[in-house]
């Protein structure tokens, strides 16, 4: 009898003290609405001044995707003259919003052996990369990587899947 009523006190004095201790308000601030408004506005100046190039928001920035056709001779690395322009656009864009990191990548479609298309993706990423240098935008501020045909956003069975999957695609972030 004396042990329940030593338990039931001891609890009745933890449960009172745990009553006294003060609480502290938390406010969150809308970080996440900042980076909304911040990836909105990043977004839509690419997508407004890129017309007819795929733009898509991802966690890191701003995904910007070429078909290879529009940059590429079939099975080159050489860039097309139409593809210059749609880069100079790009590049300007960037320049206009200040540093940025960019990630380059080349895929390919499954056509040809999976180490000639790792080696064709990795020499159009280069070429990409080259090209975005020469108009003054930072060695150090553009990776690039060839995944051949690895990451595949559509099926290799049908032409117009093998399109899709033969592309070069440039995530750009905000950095310093």
Same mark, same amino acid.
């Given at each position: 009898?004396?042990?329940?009523?030593?338990?039931?006190?001891?609890?009745?004095?933890?449960?009172?003290?745990?009553?006294?201790? @003060?609480?502290?308000?938390?406010?969150? =601030?809308?970080?996440? @609405?900042?980076?909304?408004?911040? #990836? #909105?506005? $990043?977004? &839509?100046?690419?997508?407004?001044?890129?017309?007819? =190039?795929?733009? #898509?928001?991802?966690?890191?920035?701003?995904?910007? =995707?070429? +078909?290879? /056709?529009?940059?590429?001779? =079939?099975? %080159? @690395?050489? *860039?097309?003259?139409?593809?210059? /322009?749609?880069?100079?656009?790009?590049?300007?864009?960037?320049?206009?919003?200040?540093?940025?990191?960019?990630?380059?990548?080349?895929?390919? &479609?499954?056509?040809?052996?999976?180490?000639?298309?790792?080696?064709? @993706?990795?020499?159009? +990423? +280069? %070429?990409?990369?080259?090209? +975005?240098? %020469?108009?003054?935008?930072? $060695?150090?501020?553009?990776?690039?990587?060839? *995944?051949? #045909?690895?990451?595949?956003?559509?099926?290799?069975?049908?032409? /117009?899947?093998?399109?899709?999957?033969?592309?070069? /695609?440039?995530?750009?972030?905000?950095?310093?």
């Amino acid at each position: 009898m004396v042990r329940k009523t030593l338990v039931i006190a001891a609890l009745a004095a933890v449960g009172a003290l745990g009553s006294c201790k @003060s609480k502290k308000a938390i406010v969150s =601030t809308p970080a996440s @609405s900042q980076a909304q408004v911040t #990836d #909105d506005t $990043e977004y &839509d100046a690419y997508r407004n001044k890129l017309p007819g =190039t795929q733009v #898509d928001r991802v966690q890191s920035g701003v995904k910007v =995707t070429f +078909a290879s /056709e529009i940059l590429f001779p =079939t099975n %080159s @690395s050489y *860039l097309t003259e139409p593809a210059k /322009e749609k880069l100079q656009k790009l590049v300007k864009v960037i320049k206009e919003k200040g540093s940025a990191k960019l990630l380059i990548e080349g895929h390919t &479609d499954k056509t040809g052996t999976p180490e000639y298309n790792k080696w064709l @993706s990795e020499k159009r +990423a +280069a %070429s990409v990369k080259a090209f +975005a240098v %020469s108009m003054g935008l930072s $060695e150090a501020s553009v990776s690039t990587t060839g *995944l051949g #045909d690895t990451k595949p956003v559509a099926v290799n069975s049908t032409p /117009e899947g093998r399109a899709k999957n033969r592309r070069v /695609e440039i995530t750009i972030s905000q950095g310093k």
